[in-house]
Each structure stands twice: as C-alpha cells, then as structure tokens.
C-alpha cells in the first residue's frame, strides 16, 4: 500500500476513508455552485475580477455585468470592435500631430470607447429583455445592435468570443480539484495567492469575457433543470432559462432545438431520422418514442439480432431522400439509437461491425464494455 504523504508541497498516497468523506462533501458544494440560479451580486464579483486582472499585471478594467450568455457574446463583439477602430484612428492621429494632441486625443479615445461599451451593453440588453419571445428574436435582435453599433467587423468579433472566454461557475468541475487538494489535502502552493482571485470569480460569476480594457461578465440563469446525473435536461421546457429570456435546450446532456420541446409537432420521424448531427437523432428518436417513428414511417424489419446491443436492421422510406437503412441498437446505458448504415448492409451484426470500421464482420468482436 503506498505511503500517504501529506505535506504543504506535496500530496501522494491515495486518500483515507475520512478525506473521501470530505471531498464528497466538497463536491457537492461545488456542484451547488455551478447550479446557482440566484442573481449575480456586484459587489462580490467586481472585486473578483479587478483582483484577476491585478495578479495578470493588467489595469483596472471596465467591469461589465449583463443578463445572459448571448448578450455577453454580441456586447463583446461590439465593444471589441469599437476599441479596435478608435484605437486604429488614435494611433494615426497620434502620428499625425506628435505630442501637441496627445492627451487630448487619448482621453477623447477612452471616453468615446467606455461610452461605447455602455451603449452596446445596454442597447443588447434592452433588444433582447423586450423581445423575449423566442431565442431566434434574441440573437436577431442582439446582433442587430451589434451591427448597428459596430458594423461587421463586431460581427466577426462576437463570432469570436469562445477565444477570450473563462467558465465562471459553469468551469466548477476543474474549481473543486483545485480547491479539495488545497482545503482537504492539505496542499499549499505560492500560486494559491492568486488563485484565490480566481476561485472567487468562479463563486459570484458566471461566463465572463476578457478584453485588456473590460470584462463582461454574464448572470446566472434563474433556470436550471438536470437529470437524475446531472445533465441538462427538460422534458417540458428550458433546461437553461436567463432572466432575459434567453433560453437552452437539453435533453439528458445534448443541446436541442427548442422547437423539439415548445413545439412538439414540429418534430417528426422524418426530421429525427434524417438529422446529421448523431446525438441530437437519438436525443429527437427519444423524444418522439420508438414505437412511434416505426409507426410513422412503417419500418420494415430486415434482420434482428437476439442482442439488443448488436440491434435491429431497418429500412425506411424518408421523404426528399427515398430509402434508407438503420440500425436499431441499444448502447450500455440502455438507452437507444439509431445510426444510419450504408444499403448494402444485410444483417444487423454486420452493420454493426460496419459502425466499428469492419468491413469483414467475421473479424469484428463484440466488445465486453460498450457505451
């Protein structure tokens, strides 16, 4: 059995039945966290993020604290952009007319381009809080201001903002290990100082993005329903809901049009059988229910194998695509899919083992464990 080691530099040995007993009780305060619907409070997350930029050598920044993800991103586009240009005609102006203008043109710069964060931040917030009928009107109306305020190229930057982004709350997974090796391990390191700028930010905020001048920072849902492992799911509405409006789908972990939740009808066989994107078809297959898309579209059994987990070969009639097969099968968990296999395929075993990348199913070998 290895030695246990504890010491402020260094951790190893395995954990004792009482440290496991803390770390779960660790993770579950962490957990709580991270499914925080309670409202975002400034004043705890400010100071957070002031201290990130300090222990990174940057100035103060602009701390900017908005309704939702969405709004986040759009605000970000255009605030970024705007910065860009006036920094751009700064400099040329700078060149220009040397130290005579200088002061002026840079403080004319900053205050333009605050001013300009404001109004993308409130102009967004605004489009998306009174529009808050369908998420398609949010990120029409979000980009729209921020067109309007910086043009294209806030555009191109808002498409950009998964470049500049940390986690908040939503990153508590990677917090907990951090902090249960600190707290319950007994670990101490020098970078703990800073971190703990960090961890605050992780605590009273949720997803933020950093720009050198300002950092926008989104609220947490008031909205938040899991599964029975804590996946995002909701059968009836919203797994996510943001107090604009703004909305998320899941269904047991996978994102979903919303459309497949508040407009049922909307989804059919056809659509869930011909949907590209694999998770989401067996996330619609299960919305809809098996026995139903083989009712819809009169599937024809071609080979069943007596293994639910090597599945059943079907054929179906899809409209706008003609004949297709799929295999029918059943995952680990116990959960179904459906996969769609070449024509070709005769018997369920062999597209199995076509899914695996054999083509000769006679050197295909059902794996023990499946997920």
């Known amino acids: 059995m290895p030695t246990i080691t504890r010491t402020p530099s260094k951790v190893t040995g395995g954990i004792t039945p009482q ?51 969405l709004v986040m991103a759009f605000c970000y586009g255009a605030s970024a952009a705007i910065w860009y240009n006036n920094a751009a005609t700064s400099n040329a102006t700078l060149n220009a007319t040397r130290n005579a203008t200088r002061n002026a043109t840079l403080n004319a710069t900053r205050n333009a381009t605050r001013n300009a964060t404001d109004i993308a931040t409130l102009n967004a917030t605004e489009n998306a809080t009174e529009n808050a009928t369908s998420n398609a009107t949010h990120e029409k109306d979000s980009a729209k201001a921020c067109a309007d305020l910086s043009g294209e190229f806030g555009l191109a930057c808002a498409q950009r903002w998964t470049g500049v982004y940390q986690g908040g709350n939503m990153w508590a997974g990677y917090e907990s290990y951090i902090t249960a090796f600190r707290d319950i391990l007994g670990l101490r390191l020098k970078e703990h100082v800073a971190y703990d700028h960090w961890e605050q930010a992780a605590i009273h905020g949720g997803f933020r993005v ?111 695509i003609g004949r297709e097969k799929f295999l029918r099968v059943m995952c680990g968990t116990k959960r179904e899919f459906a996969l769609p296999v070449p024509p070709t395929m005769l018997t369920a075993l062999q597209a199995n083992a076509w899914t695996f990348g054999f083509d000769d199913v006679r050197q295909f070998v059902k794996p023990e464990v499946r997920t």
């Open 19 to 69: 440290e496991k007993q803390l770390m779960d009780k660790h993770s579950a305060l962490w957990i709580e966290r991270a499914f925080r619907t309670t409202p975002i409070e400034p004043d705890k997350i400010i100071p957070a993020i002031e201290g990130l930029y300090a222990v990174a050598g940057l100035k103060k920044p602009r701390v900017v604290i908005v309704p939702s993800p």
């Open 210 to 320: 950093m720009h050198p001048e300002f950092c926008i920072v989104s609220d947490f849902p008031e909205t938040l329903k899991i599964d029975d492992q804590n996946r995002p799911h909701c059968e009836t509405g919203p797994s996510h809901r943001w107090r604009d409006g703004w909305a998320l789908y899941h269904w047991h972990g996978t994102q979903i049009p919303a459309e497949w939740i508040e407009d049922k009808s909307s989804l059919t066989a056809q659509t869930a059988l011909a949907w590209s994107n694999i998770e989401q078809r067996r996330a619609a297959c299960e919305i809809i229910g098996w026995t139903n898309i083989l009712r819809e579209l009169e599937a024809k059994t071609i080979d069943k194998d007596e293994d639910p987990e090597i599945g059943e070969l079907v054929e179906v009639t899809i409209s706008e």
